[in-house]
T-cell receptor, first 110, second 110 residues
Framework: EAQVTQNPRYLITVTGKKLTVTCSQN?????MSWYRQDPGLGLRQIYY???????DKGDVPEGYKVSRKEKRNFPLILESPSPNQTSLYFC?????????FGPGTRLTVL | QKEVEQNSGPLSVPEGAIASLNCTYS??????FFWYRQYSGKSPELIMF????GDKEDGRFTAQLNKASQYVSLLIRDSQPSDSATYLC??????????FGSGTKLNVKP
């Protein structure tokens, strides 16, 4: 089944404790992207990657890091999470006509 | 700042009616436009994309783009209760950056 998977789906952590949210796709897409979704603000793009080893900032990259060492994986790293990073995070992969979104990761930073 | 604006709703329509969803965008450099549907607690899924001025039809859905007015709309004909969801409008730049509106909640009443 063609899909984008994210792990974990839910995470509660404390300020400053480094965490990684994994994202993997099995559709051989070159393009992958991370978004956060907050009430009233919609989806905002954090980082995107056009291909392996090629990443660039989206609209809200502060406090986040990404890496793209393999085509299928695009992890999101929060080196020192803060409460304002509490949000619902979506990973997506696709083409310029369509993005396929993962199931989401709900992160709470205390 | 590139912005995509949508009325948050809720927009309520009776079953079988036409639902009209609207979206405006701020940057004339936007090249591609998308409508995604998001059910509560789920991830967004693509309904349609449109690049050129005019109408694009796919089944019960019609997307309309007016670049002069910086306006995108989605018409849903013969609305069904299963169409009840939040509809996200997005504008794309250079096929790698995407800006989403905060969504319009649609309720289709049986």
């Amino acid at each position: 089944e063609a899909q984008v998977t994210q792990n974990p789906r839910y995470l509660i952590t404390v300020t400053g404790k480094k965490l990684t949210v994994t994202c993997s796709q099995n559709m051989n897409h070159e393009y992958m992207s991370w978004y956060r979704q907050d009430p009233g603000l919609g989806l905002r793009q954090i980082y995107y990657s056009m291909n392996v080893e090629v990443t660039d900032k989206g609209d809200v990259p502060e406090g986040y890091k990404v890496s793209r060492k393999e085509k299928r994986n695009f992890p999101l790293i929060l080196e020192s999470p803060s409460p304002n990073q509490t949000s619902l995070y979506f990973c997506a992969s696709g083409t310029y006509n369509e993005q396929f979104f993962g199931p989401g990761t709900r992160l709470t930073v205390l | 700042q590139k912005e995509v604006e949508q009325n948050s709703g809720p927009l309520s329509v009776p079953e079988g009616a036409i639902a009209s969803l609207n979206c405006t965008y701020s940057d004339r450099g936007s090249q591609s436009f998308f409508w995604y549907r998001q059910y509560s607690g789920k991830s967004p899924e693509l309904i349609m994309f449109i690049y050129s001025n005019g109408d694009k039809e796919d089944g019960r859905f019609t997307a309309q783009l007016n670049k002069a007015s910086q306006y995108v709309s989605l018409l849903i004909r013969d609305s069904q209760p299963s169409d009840s969801a939040t509809y996200l409008c997005a504008a794309g730049y250079n096929f790698n950056k995407f800006y989403f509106g905060s969504g319009t909640k649609l309720n289709v009443k049986p």
